[in-house]
């Protein structure tokens, strides 16, 4: 098993910036893909961001350039810098650890709200 503890969400104007981090514990070895996920009222879930064990990054459309996704694996902890962000980026974002197996986890969620 393997927990997820998602922070840093948050209330921010538009133009503003948060970091979110996901803290992972428990059986971690394994685990080679760390990914942000967001869903908004209304909208399925959607993949933001995710960063496998060896450092490769892929992203969304909406979120390139504006985005950061890093691990620090001393701290088995994943980060979203968030710049610039947008009305629309207003969502509970969801981190999800995967393993090579397919066998994967989420997180609880940290809100994110993005005011216009």
């Known amino acids: 098993q393997v927990q997820l503890v998602e922070s840093g969400g948050g209330l921010v104007q538009a133009g503003g910036s948060l970091r979110l981090s996901c803290a992972a514990s428990?059986?971690?070895?394994?685990?080679?893909?760390i990914g942000w996920y967001r869903q908004a009222p209304g909208n399925q879930r959607e993949l933001v961001a995710h960063i496998t064990s060896g450092g490769n990054t892929d992203y969304a459309d909406s979120v390139k350039g504006r985005f950061t996704i890093s691990r620090d694996n001393a701290e088995n902890t994943v980060y979203l810098q968030m710049n610039s962000l947008q009305f629309e980026d207003t969502a509970v974002y969801y981190c999800k650890a995967t393993q090579s197996l397919g066998v994967y986890w989420w997180g609880q969620g940290t809100q994110v709200t993005v005011s216009s």
């Open positions: 428990g059986s971690t070895f394994g685990v080679n893909t």
